[in-house]
T-cell receptor
Framework: TQLLEQSPQFLSIQEGENLTVYCNSS?????LQWYRQEPGEGPVLLVT?????EVKKLKRLTFQFGDARKDSSLHITAAQPGDTGLYLC???????????FGAGTQVVVTP | GAVVSQHPSRVICKSGTSVKIECRSL??????MFWYRQFPKQSLMLMAT?????????EQGVEKDKFLINHASLTLSTLTVTSAHPEDSSFYIC????????????FGPGTRLTVT
């Protein structure tokens, strides 16, 4: 079983601050996905990264896939209260869609 | 596109009864669906992989006779929790792989099961 370690587990910041969430593994993934989940709802796909070294931007969110495709990061610039949620990274190791999830990072952005 | 629905969203049942949860892909065909359970403040735990027209593949430690999965069509998979007990109370979430060739998973809104 390949482990995806996500850090930090919990992050509380003020509106306007920046934050970074990390997702690390000793295994190589064919792709890695980031999701955001709000209480009582299913996860919503934010982005999929596939190529080593790839950087994708989604408004104030920047996603990076490590060169070796073993790690990834999510950076949020000028966080807003609407960014509050559980952020999950998930790696696809066998290219057949079965995902290995990280433990999640609970982000709280206060006004 | 890529919308997945679940029904019911919440269900309360008595101990010993069975509960069926439906997962539907609304605007695409899904040959593969996944079932997860999630405990409060924790990540998703994969229970099984559901393939249309074949038997589900269960993860280690998941009782296949307790959690019955049927993937009868390309848009519907069901999870039946048989003889439910309070420890089965959890948030059950399904996902489906889209038909765009990228293996991205799209998740349903989840079903909150409470067994009394």
């Amino acid at each position: 079983t390949q482990l995806l370690e996500q850090s930090p587990q919990f992050l509380s910041i003020q509106e306007g601050e920046n934050l970074t969430v990390y997702c690390n593994s000793s295994s190589v993934f064919s792709s890695l996905q980031w999701y955001r989940q709000e209480p009582g709802e299913g996860p919503v796909l934010l982005v999929t990264v596939v190529t080593g070294g790839e950087v994708k931007k989604l408004k104030r969110l920047t996603f990076q896939f490590g060169d070796a495709r073993k790690d990834s990061s999510l950076h949020i610039t000028a966080a807003q209260p609407g960014d509050t949620g559980l952020y999950l990274c998930a790696g696809d190791s066998d290219s057949w869609g079965k995902l290995q999830f990280g433990a999640g990072t609970q982000v709280v952005v206060t006004p | 596109g890529a919308v997945v629905s679940q029904h019911p969203s919440r269900v309360i049942c008595k101990s010993g009864t069975s509960v069926k949860i439906e997962c539907r892909s609304l605007d695409f065909q899904a040959t593969t669906m996944f079932w997860y359970r999630q405990f409060p403040k924790q990540s998703l735990m994969l229970m099984a992989t559901s393939n249309e027209g074949s038997k589900a593949t269960y993860e280690q430690g998941v009782e296949k006779d307790k959690f019955l999965i049927n993937h009868a069509s390309l848009t519907l998979s069901t999870l039946t929790v048989t003889s439910a007990h309070p420890e089965d109370s959890s948030f059950y979430i399904c996902s489906a792989i889209g038909d765009r060739g990228t293996y991205e998973q799209y998740f349903g809104p989840g079903t909150r099961l409470t067994v009394t």
